[in-house]
């Protein structure tokens, strides 16, 4: 049995595929979930000490029926917390899903090129910076940290995901602004009213959208809203959208940890507020996608 450490949050049951919404809007040819997680028996995948959450419910192959029902053809695999650097699980997935996938790994510093090499023909493609756990750093250490990161990936030809505070995000927009690696930050840069975000923090944050190398993540909405309800996201993720539509991509970050139940196809049809143009969804879900993750 499973450890239970103090503080450490329960996740709950996955939703059966079949209980979830389906889609409001006709889904495009080949579209993408660009961020979720695959989970598996610990006995095999054990965690980091003392992980934020108990093991969630999150197999691939509980995944693949909500690709299923939904009509997703593609999705990047993002390596959670809950197993630090080992991406053993990740990759193993990669092997499983075959080209329908990309990968993006957390790794140590000094990892031998050759292994990067092997990663990057099982279909690994960016490097996730967990910020989060650096929070406590001063700014100068966190920018030489992207920079060395920064520098990997564009010798592989991979970019960054920022996994950020919506604080640091604003800290480092300066500094991003001329970072010429491409990168990803998760879950619309994490601006929230409670992190005492404000209106002019997020101007900032779209003009790094609109000029530098910046894609935007139209992920875990309940995560900006918090306790507020999910429409109350809209405005953020309109802007997003109306200022760099080819700068912008959708994930469900399945399986909401620790939330199982929550519907990931009503978290998918938020899309069809947030953007009622067909072609503009189609760039978020299918040609945006494809062209980070290098999708043929």
Not at 138 to 151: E, H, L
Request: charged content about 20%.
């Amino acid at each position: 049995m499973a450890t239970q450490y103090a503080g450490q949050l329960t996740s709950t049951p996955m939703r059966a595929a079949s209980t979830l919404a389906r889609p409001t809007f006709e889904m495009p040819e080949n579209a993408c979930d660009a961020h979720m997680h695959v989970f598996e028996s610990l006995a095999q995948y054990p965690s980091v000490g003392n992980p934020q959450y108990t093991l969630p419910d999150g197999p691939l192959a509980k995944y693949r029926e909500v690709m299923d029902a939904l009509s997703i053809r593609r999705f990047a695999i993002v390596q959670p917390s809950f197993y630090g650097t080992d991406n053993r699980c990740l990759l193993d997935a990669l092997a499983k899903a075959g080209d329908a996938a990309r990968g993006v790994v957390m790794i140590d510093e000094g990892l031998p090129a050759a292994t990067l090499d092997d990663w990057h023909r099982a279909n690994v493609r960016a490097i996730r910076l967990d910020l989060f756990s650096r929070a406590e750093q001063p700014t100068k250490d966190i920018q030489a940290y992207i920079t060395r990161m920064a520098a990997l990936c564009e010798s592989l030809g991979w970019h960054l995901q920022f996994y950020a505070p919506g604080p640091i995000v604003r800290n480092l927009i300066p500094f991003l602004a001329d970072v010429r690696t491409p990168f990803v930050i998760d879950h619309m840069g994490y601006m929230t009213q409670e992190d005492g975000l404000t209106s002019d923090d997020f101007t900032r944050l779209l003009q790094l959208l609109k000029d530098g190398n910046c894609t935007l993540k139209l992920s875990a909405p309940y995560r900006v809203a918090k306790l507020r309800p999910l429409a109350s996201v809209a405005p953020m993720a309109k802007a997003i959208i109306e200022t760099a539509p080819d700068k912008v991509i959708w994930g469900s970050d399945w399986p909401h940890i620790p939330m199982g139940e929550r519907d990931t196809g009503e978290l998918l049809n938020l899309l069809a507020d947030w953007t009622t143009d067909a072609e503009t969804r189609r760039k978020i879900l299918v040609d945006n996608p494809a062209r980070l993750y290098d999708f043929a």
